[in-house]
């Protein structure tokens, strides 16, 4: 990214610059201004391919999936890169087109992707075919490799978890259980909740101990009556967001 900002003005590559950090700072938590910040940095440089890819993951988070594959396919032409392939045809299927995205799956594309595009590839035509009702065909498509594999990448829990739901919805509950308990073995960053649909399955009630307390303690800091706290807490200010500023020179 730095290495093409760096096509820029000085003043307006740093301004980008801040904007896209914001993009990727608040993506997760916070898709809405995230994508806010992605249209600002858009409006500044939308020749800059980075530009358009994060303005895609953006809209993408906020369900905009025409608006997200049109800024993927720009971000591809100015690249030629295969990399965003899974996420394309992720989008076809938010659109309403799950055969796309399953044409999308034998394009030459796919095997130009590395492993993890690959997997990924994997579980967007499994989703494809659950979209169009093939639930059988989409555990099918799930059974590979790299679901055997005893091996933990970074994909791994996401692909046991798919597997693991498939097979629930397919009524087999045994093996989505001993799925489900894979997917959680893997899943280090609390990437899924897998332990809540275990415990589901288990018939398991989780109860907020904390809440139950609340309501039999009473609360010290009201008056005899029952009525409001003797004190108010200070109010507190909004932290200030700061935008990027800028003019994009270039023509569309």
């Known amino acids: 990214m730095r290495q093409e900002l760096q096509s820029l003005p000085k003043g307006l590559a740093e301004d980008v610059a801040k904007n896209l950090v914001m993009v990727a700072n608040l993506i997760d938590e916070d898709p809405e201004r995230a994508y806010?910040?992605?249209?600002v940095a858009l409006r500044l440089a939308s020749r800059v391919a980075a530009v358009r890819e994060a303005a895609g993951f953006a809209a993408y988070a906020t369900q905009k999936y025409s608006e997200a594959l049109a800024e993927f396919r720009a971000a591809r032409r100015m690249t030629g890169s295969v990399e965003l392939w899974?996420?394309?045809a992720d989008c076809e299927r938010g659109l309403g087109r799950p055969e796309r995205a399953l044409a999308m799956a034998g394009e030459p594309e796919v095997q130009k992707?590395?492993?993890?595009?690959q997997v990924e590839m994997r579980l967007v035509a499994a989703g494809a075919r659950r979209d169009m009702g093939q639930l059988d065909a989409a555990i099918v498509t799930l059974q590979s490799p790299e679901l055997a594999s005893s091996s933990v990448q970074p994909w791994t829990a996401r692909l046991r978890y798919a597997y693991?739901?498939?097979?629930?919805?397919?009524?087999?509950?045994?093996?989505?259980r001993?799925?489900?308990a894979k997917a959680l073995e893997a899943d280090k960053d609390g990437a899924t909740d897998a332990s809540d649909r275990l415990a589901e399955i288990d018939g398991v009630e989780f109860v907020d101990v904390m809440d139950d307390l609340d309501e039999t303690t009473e609360d010290p800091d009201l008056d005899d009556?029952?009525?409001a706290p003797v004190s108010e807490p200070d109010d507190t200010g909004d932290a200030a967001q700061a935008e990027g500023k800028g003019e994009d020179k270039s023509a569309e």
Request: glycine content about 16%; overall charge negative.
């Open 225 to 227: 009556e029952g009525g």
């Open 178 to 180: 001993e799925w489900f």
């Open 36 to 39: 806010a910040y992605s249209r």
């Open 113 to 117: 992707l590395d492993k993890a595009g």
């Open 86 to 88: 899974p996420v394309m």
């Open 164 to 176: 693991a739901d498939a097979l629930l919805a397919a009524g087999r509950e045994g093996e989505a």
